[in-house]
């Protein structure tokens, strides 16, 4: 592995004006490389991930040593199975990360396209197009693989990203983002495109969100608490990747298979990501059909069930649920499960109670299908389809910068395009205003 550059990343530590200054200084330095990449060409871009992505796999067990201490103190310190393993790399996830960067290379250059173009009549041309944001912050936690995904769409967006992980990840961040910049670098990528603002200090995050002017735009993506904070302070645009308080309905017309498949897979196949399922709702009609044969497999994959006066009177592993646990996210094999008496009740409590995030209707009626998807105040609302399938890959838009649940600029799942920006060009000929 080559020696790290003096730029990569700083750490700001000191008093306040000391943190200012260091935050401003790597903000000027991103702001400088954006303007740069914004004039960039896609072949230099691609060259520049393709040789990231081949940087990680050389670097793999550098790579996997530095994440292992970042997994040694946290499971010391008693963090959740969830969280431990969104902290952890292995080899094949270092791989899946490598081809993330490849799979960048190979999609199409959204900067400049044109999204709509007219003549108005007086002969005047104009023209919608995207264009880079600048400087993206990005600010998250525990995953060391948004740290490579986050880069690598940056940079294909043709802005500069400075990221901001969590203490929990910071070897395994420090070494990846040493590993993907220099990459890039040796690419003719300018210094400053990719940096990381280490956890040392928690002002820097403050300090981050408030360079109006040096950085474009906020995108956090971790706890609420750590969104709602962020974007308290901020005076930066912020873009939330919101908790998943996710469901899936089973409708009356449902088929029976069917919805026991979805919501099995729903909650069980990664509980410890935000589209995974945290609330079941069963029609009363088909309780008795759906809810035995669904609890059955749910005991055998050890999911803690939580219900309601009817789901524990029928059930005998359920215990009683809680009002707080209608609008918890448990990022575990836990799940609340309701009984209810119609799709409108249905609809009423996913509005209440859910993050906007996904939800999943299983049925048969094509106008109960209709009903749930029009009413349903969601990012993406599914029908007959699993929750986990809120994903960038599945979309077919590659890696993710996150899924989005507020409702301005971008909503739902953040690919390379929620990354750009628009702007007018517009073409006269001596055109004046009267």
């Known amino acids: 592995m080559k020696k790290k550059s003096k730029t990569t990343h700083r750490t700001v530590s000191g008093g306040s004006d000391v943190v200012l200054n260091e935050v401003t200084l790597l903000a000027k330095r991103a702001k400088a490389a954006g303007a740069a990449l914004a004039l960039m060409d896609s072949k230099t871009k691609n060259n520049a991930l393709l040789s990231m992505a081949a940087a990680l796999r050389e670097a793999k067990s550098a790579i996997l040593s530095a994440n292992e201490k970042d997994v040694e103190a946290a499971t010391k310190a008693g963090e959740t199975k969830a969280f431990i393993d969104r902290l952890t790399l292995t080899g094949s996830r270092i791989d899946a990360m490598a081809e993330s960067l490849n799979e960048m290379a190979r999609f199409d250059d959204p900067v400049g396209e044109v999204l709509r173009e007219w003549t108005r009549p007086n002969g005047l041309k104009i023209r919608q197009i995207r264009v880079p944001m600048g400087v993206i912050g990005m600010i998250y936690e525990s995953r060391p693989n948004v740290t490579v995904e986050a880069a690598g769409l940056c940079l294909k967006a043709g802005s500069a990203v400075i990221l901001r992980g969590g203490s929990d990840a910071f070897h395994s961040n420090s070494l ?42 906020i995108v956090a993506r971790g706890s609420e608490e750590m969104i709602k904070s962020v974007t308290a302070q ?23 298979k069917k919805a026991v498949n979805i919501a099995f897979n729903a909650k069980v196949q990664r509980p410890g990501v935000c589209n995974a399922m945290e609330t079941l709702l069963v029609h009363e009609s088909v309780m008795y059909d759906v809810l035995p044969p669904l609890a059955e497999k749910y005991l055998k994959a050890g999911v803690e069930m939580r219900g309601d006066e009817r789901v524990t009177g029928l059930l005998s592993h359920a215990t009683a649920a809680s009002p707080l646990d209608w609008k918890t996210e448990y990022l575990d094999k836990i799940i609340s499960i ?36 029009k009413a349903v105040d969601a990012s993406c609302v599914m029908v007959n389809a699993s929750t986990r399938l809120h994903d960038g890959s599945v979309f077919g838009f590659g890696a993710e910068i996150g899924i989005s649940t507020q409702k301005l600029h971008a909503r739902g799942v953040m690919g390379l395009r929620e990354l750009l920006t628009t702007k007018y060009l517009v073409d006269g000929d001596g055109h004046i205003r009267e």
């Open 338 to 373: 309701k009984v209810v008496g119609s799709l409108e009740e249905a609809i009423a409590h996913i509005n209440e109670y859910g993050s906007g995030h996904t939800e999943s209707i299983v049925t048969g009626d094509p106008k109960a299908a209709d009903l749930f998807q």
């Open 176 to 217: 990846l983002v040493d590993v993907i910049s220099e990459a890039a670098r040796e690419m003719k990528i300018p210094d400053g495109t990719i940096q990381l603002l280490p956890p040392q200090d928690r002002r820097s995050i403050t300090v981050l969100s408030q360079l109006t002017g040096l950085v474009d735009m």
């Open 234 to 256: 901020a005076t930066v645009p912020v873009l939330g990747h919101g908790k998943g308080v996710c469901h899936v309905y089973i409708d009356k017309s449902a088929d029976v």
